[in-house]
């Protein structure tokens, strides 16, 4: 069956540290993959976006992330973490032949100083 | 408008009422999506809208809840008889094309007592 998965439900990571979260799909062929993040009490965000090429990409906010075909990975990532990134961050996947976002359960992100 | 907009953004109803909330997409948009998010949990897909098609209501869990999309446009998704496991956070998204990434309203919390 078609899925996505973030295997971590709650990451601690201290203010400035790097930062990785977890994506991975199932899927028959690569679909659009894309990273959104949601603030307490807020709606969700569009950080970036994959669909063909280079397989490492820029979003906002100084977050990238990195398609692994051989993984069917799309792991999130930025390199110093600040305080204003504790949130809840979402991987989707939509497959080519239906425009249709599926959504990974969700990765609480929590800084600490 | 600029966004996504959700009505009303906190609803408090009895249970066995019935509610609408309300989702004004972006003008231009083709695609409007239903999801839900209840407390501690991923998103829930509920249903989606495309264009004139008719829409997928796969996600739906009841016939208790119903959705319609008006002229291409705004979308009220109703909720019959309200129980109180229906509290959680309804979250509508538009999308132009997939290549635009999905534009999320702020969402409408649903408390039902």
């Known amino acids: 069956a078609q899925s996505v998965t973030q295997p971590d439900i709650h990451i601690t990571v201290s203010e400035g540290a790097s930062l990785e979260l977890r994506c991975n799909y199932s899927?028959?062929?690569?679909?659009?993959l894309f990273w959104y993040v949601q603030s307490p009490g807020q709606g969700l965000q569009l950080l970036l976006k994959y669909f063909s090429g280079d397989t490492l990409v820029q979003g906002i906010k100084g977050f990238e992330a990195e398609f692994k075909r051989s993984q069917s990975s799309f792991n999130l990532r930025k390199p110093s973490v600040h305080w204003s990134d504790a949130a809840e961050y979402f991987c989707?996947?939509?497959?080519?032949?239906?425009?249709?976002?599926?959504f990974g359960t969700g990765t609480k992100l929590q800084v600490i100083p | 408008g600029a966004g996504v907009s959700q009505s009303p953004s906190n609803k408090v109803t009895e249970k066995g009422k019935d509610v609408e909330l309300r989702c004004d997409p972006i003008?231009?948009?083709?695609?409007l999506y239903w999801y839900r998010q209840s407390l501690g949990q991923g998103l829930e897909f509920l249903i989606y809208f495309q264009g004139n098609s008719a829409p997928d209501k796969s996600g739906l869990p009841s016939d208790r809840f119903s959705a319609e999309r008006t002229g291409g446009s705004v979308s009220t998704l109703t909720i019959q008889r309200t129980q109180q496991e229906d509290s959680a956070v309804y979250l509508c998204a538009s999308s132009l094309d997939i290549a635009s990434g999905y534009t999320f309203g702020s969402g409408t919390r649903l408390t039902v007592v």
């Open positions: 899927y028959g062929a690569t679909p659009y």
């Open positions: 989707a996947v939509v497959p080519f032949s239906y425009q249709k976002v599926t």
């Open positions: 003008s231009g948009h083709t695609a």
